[in-house]
């Protein structure tokens, strides 16, 4: 059971490149997020999927988009990388029971947009 | 706009201390609060504290929800080094499905 799992783990774009952050849960959870940790901003969600064919926009979704796979796959996508995406990038997931909303977090990718 | 906000941001303590984290909040439709431990990659679930369960306590760590304040603070007794890491505090939302973040405290325990 590997919970959630994210690739790559690091990652270096120059700006303007593109590239797909791909995140997947074997909990049979309902939801996942994205979002971003920079130093002294805690975590900023970026996008959600609260089911399977749904998605929506968190605080900070501008220059991402995303794409809920299946089930298990919640893809984050940069379209042509800035150097203000510099950051730390976690996936997470939740199912729904009506008394928790706890979510279990991917290790991160730590991405540089030179 | 929804909004959480933990202090100390940094906290520097010697092994054996005591410490106090705070978190407080200004959402609408307030649902539950969430502290989180994040040493070097994804952080962890500690505690979940709702209208129904306004004290929890795991160890040498306890949690307090005060709703009349907007507000919850974790204790740490006894602190050792390997308490060493950045605790989050989150809020959820009723209806919404996502967590609003507070910025984090960084918590160092000084052998």
């Known amino acids: 059971n590997a919970g959630v799992t994210q690739t790559p783990k690091f990652q270096v774009l120059k700006t303007g490149q593109s590239m797909t952050l791909q995140c997947a849960q074997d909990m049979n959870h309902n939801s996942m997020y994205w979002y971003r940790q920079d130093p002294g901003m805690g975590l900023r969600l970026i996008y959600y999927?609260?089911?399977?064919?749904?998605?929506d926009k968190g605080e900070v979704p501008n220059g991402y988009n995303v794409s809920r796979l299946n089930k298990r796959e919640f893809s984050l996508r940069l379209e042509s990388a800035a150097p203000s995406q510099t950051s730390v990038y976690f996936c997470?997931?939740?199912?729904?029971?009506?008394?928790?909303?706890?979510?279990?977090f991917g290790p991160g990718t730590r991405l540089t947009v030179t | 706009e929804d909004k959480v906000v933990q202090s100390p941001l940094s906290l520097v303590v010697h092994e054996g201390d005591t410490v106090t984290l705070n978190c407080s909040y200004e959402v609408t439709n307030f649902r539950s609060l969430l502290w989180y431990k994040q040493e070097k990659k994804a952080p962890t679930f500690l505690f979940m504290l709702t209208s129904s369960g306004i004290e929890k306590k795991s160890g040498r760590l306890s949690s307090i929800l005060d709703k009349k304040e907007l507000s919850s603070i974790l204790n740490i007794t006894a602190t050792q080094t390997g308490d060493s890491a950045i605790y989050l505090c989150a809020v959820t939302i009723q209806g919404a499905q996502k967590l609003v973040f507070g910025q984090g405290t960084r918590l160092t325990i000084n052998p």
């Open positions: 999927s609260a089911s399977e064919g749904t998605t």
């Open positions: 997470a997931s939740s199912d729904e029971p009506a008394s928790s909303y706890e979510q279990y």
